[in-house]
């Protein structure tokens, strides 16, 4: 029998993390157990808590989260109404399944500076390291190390990023599903608004996630852990997201199971 590893990708939702633009943090609200023996009884009239186990009750949690708070998949209508060249842009509960599982590649753009483009050449460079050849509804993750700094004000501005055309460069591959460990598929803000404001130039603002008007595809941003998959491919990833209706994205767990 082959020795299985589940290798979670994933960030924890976490309450007050500077890991956000501050109108995005998100809050948790914990009820505890005695908290929760307080609700029971209201819930149960005539109930008292010393009938409870040791006088306690349930635990549960408030979340004031959006839905790219933590690890998340983007769906295409996140980055326009249109996809396809016209067509209507998925939401989150419309994503087909069968583009959350499937074979993994990770690329590593770790040695690229923060801010730093991820270009075609970049990733045929990379590609022609690994000698991997990209394949219809390979899940493509990209490692930059930004997660390093995840859980300090850094996290927003560490990591390269993609642009339009690498973008496009794995959707015309028929690529569906991509990754980054960093905050954003695109570079981070700081440094697209820094070149919009050198060059007036609206082509750099979200240029990557707009490459989406063009070919529809998911990309899932704040992941974590991609080194310890300790492979460039040959693993499977499984990222289903939650099920909101009609959203632009949808929390998910990744999860990268290597055989």
Known sequence: MRERRFVDLSVAIESGLPCDPPMMIPGVNYVDHVQGAQQMVEFFPGLKKEQLPNGLGWAMEF???????????????????????????LTIDEVPLDWCFGNGVVLDFCHKADGERITVEDLKKELGRIEYDIKPL????????????????????AGAGMDKESTLYLTKKGVRVVGIDAWSWDRPFSYLAREFAQTKDPKVVWEAHFAGIEIGYCHMEKMANLSAIGRSSGFTVCCFPVKIKGASAGWVRPVAIVD
């Open 138 to 157: 390979d899940i493509v993750l990209i490692h930059t190390g930004a997660d390093l700094k995840w859980g300090s004000p850094e996290y927003l501005v």
């Open 63 to 89: 979340l004031t989260i959006t839905t790219h708070s933590g690890t998340h998949l983007d769906a295409p209508y996140h980055y326009h109404p249109t996809m396809d060249q016209g067509k209507k842009a």
